[in-house]
């Protein structure tokens, strides 16, 4: 199947810095990726969806200007998590899908942690 | 609102059982249906996709069933071993270019 690859794994950082997470697709080309992030023993909460060239699309509840999308090219999308808190703590995994079978691909995820 | 469901919320059973894990959808206007499995502190690794045209879909141990009419699917697994102890995720999307609907997930223990 299709790879999506996400990097980094884990990451810590101090509250108030920001953290660069990257998606990438690996052999295929994705002009709409999703960001989703999960809390212990949670499903998938879907946070905003990449669109290539464009703005992403956040859903309600997420702060545009602390979770910064963007979708530069057709197989990356980073998600920026800006002046980070310990409340960010969590799991973000990215998600692109194969338009070509609809079959939509996850990255390994990145455990996030601010100290 | 699209919701989903996902029945039990946790399995545990000996090796070798064959089992049923459930979900369920209110909106039965679905683009298709996708069961993933997640160990902890990983990603999502697809299982089986099944298009809203399509009745089931098999790979190896596994089979996925979809009733889009009555908004359910079931994913039997059969001769469960200890490796498939996991949590499985059951999603759905009403579009093609929309994201994925999650349930809570069933997590399965799988004993020696």
């Known amino acids: 199947g299709a790879v999506v690859s996400q990097h980094p794994s884990r990451v810590i950082c101090k509250s108030g810095t920001s953290v660069k997470i990257e998606c990438r697709s690996l052999d295929f080309q994705a002009t709409t990726m999703f960001w989703y992030r999960q809390f212990p023993k949670q499903s998938l909460m879907l946070m905003a969806t990449?669109?290539?060239?464009?703005?992403?699309?956040?859903e309600q509840g997420v702060e545009k200007d602390k979770f910064l999308i963007n979708h530069a090219s057709l197989t990356l999308s980073t998600l920026t998590v800006t002046s980070a808190h310990p409340e960010d703590s969590s799991f973000y995994i990215c998600?692109?899908?194969?338009?070509?079978?609809?079959?939509?691909?996850f990255g390994q995820g990145t455990r996030l942690t601010v100290v | 609102k699209q919701e989903v469901t996902q029945i039990p919320a946790a399995l545990s059973v000996p090796e070798g059982e064959n089992l049923v894990l459930n979900c369920s959808f209110t909106?039965?206007?679905?683009?298709?249906l996708q069961w993933f499995r997640q160990d902890p502190g990983k990603g999502l690794t697809s299982l089986l996709l099944i298009q809203s045209s399509q009745r089931e879909q098999t790979s190896g141990r596994l089979n996925a069933s979809l009733d889009k009419s009555s908004g359910r699917s079931t994913l039997y697994i059969a001769a469960s071993q200890p490796g498939d102890s996991a949590t499985y995720l059951c999603a759905v999307i009403a579009q093609a270019g929309t994201a994925l609907i999650f349930g809570k997930g069933t997590t399965l223990s799988v004993s020696s």
């Open positions: 909106d039965s206007a679905i683009y298709n």
């Open positions: 998600s692109a899908r194969d338009f070509g079978t609809a079959e939509a691909f």
């Open positions: 990449s669109n290539e060239g464009s703005k992403a699309t956040y």
